[in-house]
């Protein structure tokens, strides 16, 4: 364990910490950041109401589109000469926010990340080879500062340059990946189109996120580079990487987050009242310990579940996969649909490879989808039974009628370095 005092913490002495630091930053809130001043006034809620993390149901979300309209500083609860860092989100779903990190942030940034990349797999003297976007996406320099904590010899390769990558993962031969899932099946399929065997590469552990993934993805990414794949999950607005991390010894039982700086609560997505632990909703987080960007129980937006996990190493909380954002869940003839049961259920077919796509569209005015999915090498693509067998298992496991296009191995869309959206939707072009 990187930090065992904290990452072993016995759960009452985790939840008095936990709520200590909630009382202060409230406080602290309440004087320094105006948006949080009107919203606990105009409730007529006192910081002194606070108390623990029990009391946070008293407060309102802050959302996305409250970033938006402060942007690009007016979230900040730190004059501009405390700060030592800026970043923008990915803006995957319109415009960017805007978020700063103090020396102090930076320095908890660099801890979360060692620890997440620890519970990973990777160690002091390993290189790491990091694949993440460099810039203001917090996922190339988030990574690059909890290495170098942790002792690592950082390769900072960023996104993209697919051809560059392979002749580094040869010749400086990193134990270590970090990208999105997507990226790590682009490179995958690069080593077998390049006759590289993965066995020939030191790769031992690949550190994947930035987008939802599921098994299936996992599956063909631990064979093709020859290493333990495991999930970190993070948002520019909490921190960035390192919110939460999968141990490589627990692979399947969720992400650890980190509570001793974020706490998580999740909520019904309709009603917002949070839900027992085991309920799927959407993730809140409240930052507990960031000082530049604070945020009271964000809205992130992802759908998952979290549950504490009497068997795991550690005490903190874990949370499930991703199942997709609340935003990108398509609803096709009243029936709800994530790109990711779709996933699922392309594991469980023998003959299909999870490079798939799912196109939307109108036939009249119904909505109707297409799964464009490749199939596994030596895999014939016109056949029908096959075909109608697919559209059937779609139909019994999710409960969407869809047409079924199988595709030849690499004519879908790879990543190109960074998150690679699966749904193409044409509704709002023909309407
Ligand atoms: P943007 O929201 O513009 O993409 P970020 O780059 O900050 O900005 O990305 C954060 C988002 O990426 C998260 O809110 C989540 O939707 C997604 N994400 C990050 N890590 C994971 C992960 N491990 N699994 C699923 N989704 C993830």
């Not at 987050?257 to 993730?283: A, Q, S």
């Not at 409240?286 to 068997?311: G, H, M, V």
Request: contains cysteine; proline residues 4%; hydrophobic residues 35%.
């Amino acid at each position: 364990m990187y930090n065992s005092e904290i990452e072993n913490m016995p759960l009452e002495k985790l939840r008095d910490l936990q709520n200590a630091r909630l009382s202060s930053m409230v406080k602290r809130l309440y004087s320094d950041v105006p948006f949080y001043k009107n919203q606990f006034d105009n409730i007529g809620l006192s910081h002194n109401d606070i108390k623990s993390v029990d009391d946070l149901y008293l407060i309102p979300f802050t959302k996305k589109a409250d970033l938006r309209a402060n942007y690009p500083f007016k979230m900040f609860a730190k004059p501009m000469d405390q700060i030592r860092r800026i970043h923008a989100s990915s803006g995957t779903t319109g415009k960017s926010t805007v978020v700063g990190y103090t020396q102090n942030d930076l320095d908890i940034f660099d801890e979360v990340t060692a620890r997440s990349l620890y519970c990973g797999g990777a160690r002091k003297g390993m290189k790491l080879h990091n694949a993440y976007g460099y810039g203001l996406f917090t996922g190339g320099l988030g990574i690059h500062g909890g290495a170098t904590k942790l002792g690592m010899a950082v390769i900072p390769v960023s996104g993209g340059i697919t051809e560059r990558q392979l002749t580094i993962l040869q010749d400086f031969k990193p134990e270590v990946i970090c990208c999105t899932p997507s990226y790590a099946q682009t490179l995958s399929d690069e080593l077998i189109k390049n006759g590289i065997n993965p066995k020939d590469l030191a790769l031992k552990y690949a550190v994947l996120g930035a987008e939802p993934w599921t098994e299936v993805i996992r599956n063909q990414v631990e064979d093709g580079l020859d290493v333990k794949a495991t999930n970190i999950y993070g948002l520019s607005e909490i921190i960035g990487p390192g919110v939460s991390q999968e141990d490589v010894e627990e692979r399947g039982t969720g992400c650890y987050i980190w509570e001793d700086h974020f706490y998580p609560e999740v909520v019904d997505r309709d009603t917002g009242v949070p839900l027992p632990y085991g309920e799927e909703g959407v993730l809140v987080i409240t930052t507990l310990t960031k000082e530049a960007f604070p945020l009271l129980r964000y809205w992130t937006n992802d759908i998952c579940s979290i549950n504490y996990d009497k068997n795991a190493k550690r005490t903190h909380i874990k949370m499930s996969a991703i199942k997709g954002r609340s935003d990108d869940m398509l609803i096709i003839r009243g029936v709800n649909l994530f790109h990711t049961q779709v996933e699922e259920v392309i594991y469980q077919i023998e003959g299909l490879s999870p490079n798939y796509r799912l196109v939307v569209d109108k036939k009249g005015a119904m909505d109707c989808v297409t799964l464009e999915v490749e199939t596994a090498p030596g895999m014939e693509k016109d056949n029908l039974d096959f075909i109608k067998a697919i559209g059937m298992k779609m139909k019994n496991t999710i409960g969407i009628t869809m047409d079924i296009d199988l595709k030849p191995h690499l004519s879908i869309p790879r990543s190109q370095g960074g998150k690679l959206s699966r749904i193409l939707d044409k509704r709002s072009s023909v309407y």
